[in-house]
């Protein structure tokens, strides 16, 4: 009895010494295939067939979307949010969401998209290159920032696997400088090797009979960390802005912020014990000259702890995605299209503008 105990007992210790070999190996991996981005790094930025100078006087449209990967309609939920789903369940399903987002986007016929969690290579989203599937649909111009690149996310489980995406911006607009800028990671090591590495998608667009830049800025800014981390990210979105109106630029910054504009929250109060909470934005979080703008009309995000059965009664929500513009930016209207979350988790937030 005791020698066929120690037999066992030789099994487990091997079976423990294999799986903490092999999850060390993993991090080891992980670790040596880590994507490490510089601060400011140049990108490629492709033209569609319009190619128009900006101009200050002229009305243009700008819409903001996350576009949950084609994987967040309403039938999902997420690991993240509280929920349990890792994954969309077929390739048609994100299929099927990708193809009525882009309906709507070309229904807005926008100057100017923001996407954020664009995949371009993922096991989640079945390898779709989404990038290039909203440019091609919409034949508009593009540029596209990794924010999250990584060969294999090993939780939860079953595991993430490979993710590539990011931040893609389409314009009809001349463009004549991209860069993505990096954003502090409030993730130390072991999280951080398999977490998103955020940045900002930074375009310069030329302004006729000007010297002057209209800058625009792509943003999906931290969901999971702690407040001071969501803080070091909008510390350094502001330095951007306020240097870029100091030289006389006109600034428009917009996306996903992962924080509740002012106000917001007021009109669609949390429970209890919410499974996950956005970061609070307040007017003084912005440097002089710049302004939030919004629809809380509407909500522009669910939560993600179930799936949603369409019932606006019940929905926990927020409003966290829209813009920040300078002063010499004048807002001619901003509206929520309002699709009941039927395939994201976000609803696409609309603004005319026009550079005075």
């Known amino acids: ?70 994987g967040l309609g309403r039938e999902e939920d997420s690991f993240m949010d509280g929920g349990t789903g890792v994954q969309p369940k077929s390739k048609t399903e994100v299929e099927d969401n990708l193809s009525a987002l882009l309906s709507v986007l070309s229904m807005q016929n926008a100057d100017v998209c ?96 000007s010297d002057k830049s209209l800058v625009l800025i792509n943003l999906h800014l931290e969901a999971y960390s702690s407040q001071e981390g969501r803080q070091k990210q909008m510390t350094q979105l502001t330095a951007l802005i306020k240097a870029e109106l100091a ?39 912005l440097p002089e000259g710049f302004s939030f703008v919004f629809d809380m009309s509407v909500p522009t995000c669910r939560s993600l702890a179930a799936p949603y059965d369409g019932n606006r009664d019940t929905l926990v929500a927020y409003v966290i995605d829209g813009f920040i513009v300078s002063s010499n930016v004048k807002v001619n209207s901003v509206e929520t299209v309002d699709l009941n979350f039927r395939n994201t988790d976000h609803q696409p937030v609309a603004m005319e503008f026009t550079l005075q």
Request: net charge positive; with cysteine.
């Open 247 to 285: 030289n006389g630029n006109y600034v428009i910054a917009g996306g996903d912020f992962n924080q509740a504009f002012p106000g917001t929250v007021e009109k669609y109060p949390l429970p209890e014990n919410p499974a996950w909470e956005p970061g609070q934005l307040a007017q003084s979080d």
């Open 1 to 70: 009895m005791r020698k066929k105990l120690r037999g066992l007992l030789k099994i487990l210790i091997l079976l423990i010494t294999a799986v903490v070999i092999v999850a060390l190996g993993l991090v080891a991996w992980l670790t040596i295939t880590e994507y490490r981005p510089d601060d400011v790094e140049s990108l490629s930025v492709t033209a569609g067939p319009r190619y128009d100078t900006a101009q200050i006087g002229t009305r243009y449209k700008i819409v903001t979307l996350n576009a949950g990967y084609g």
């Open 114 to 209: 923001f996407l954020q969690e664009t995949d371009i290579s993922s096991k989640r989203s079945f390898s779709i290159n989404e990038m290039e599937y909203f440019s091609g649909g919409l034949s508009m111009g593009s540029a596209f920032a990794y924010n999250f690149r990584c060969s294999f996310v090993p939780f939860p489980r079953p595991p993430i696997g490979k993710v590539e995406s990011g931040l893609t911006t389409l314009s009809n607009l001349a463009v004549t400088k991209a860069t993505r800028e990096s954003l502090p990671v409030p993730f130390s090591w072991p999280t951080r090797v398999a977490n998103l590495k955020r940045c900002l998608l930074v375009e310069r667009l030329p302004l006729q009979d």
